[in-house]
Nanobody, 117 residues
Framework: QVQLVESGGGLVQAGGSLRLSCEASGSGRSINAAGWYRQTPGNQRELVAEIIIGRRINYADSVKGRFTISRDNAKNTVYLQMNSLKAEDTAIYYC???????????WGQGTQVTVSS
């Protein structure tokens, strides 16, 4: 598995922006998918955005037009730019990665995003 370290969470007012980062290290196997999920208390983890390498980018309907996922291969890092944040975006955001030939999905430790209204 690959190790994932997230950063960039915090407290922001509604309408503001944050950028989350997720840096991968460890196994040399290629990553073929990476992205972000989020979770609020009592709810299941839900997909926010993901990159399926060489194929497509997916966004949750609730974040389309506001969030942008991108990657920097040289830095082994995936980013989530979050603009026009809303109170309902408040959650713990988790980065994930899937590697070719590895069954288990790697997860980061999570980073808290709090949007005040």
């Amino acid at each position: 598995q690959v190790q994932l370290v997230e950063s960039g969470g915090g407290l922001v007012q509604a309408g503001g922006s944050l950028r989350l980062s997720c840096e991968a290290s460890g196994s040399g196997r290629s990553i073929n998918a990476a992205g972000w999920y989020r979770q609020t208390p009592g709810n299941q983890r839900e997909l926010v955005a993901e990159i399926i390498i060489g194929r497509r980018i997916n966004y949750a309907d609730s974040v389309k037009g506001r969030f942008t996922i991108s990657r920097d291969n040289a830095k082994n890092t995936v980013y989530l730019q979050m603009n026009s944040l809303k109170a309902e975006d408040t959650a713990i955001y988790y980065c994930y990665a899937k590697q070719i030939g590895v069954i288990v999905t790697s997860w980061g430790q999570g980073t808290q995003v709090t949007v005040s209204s």
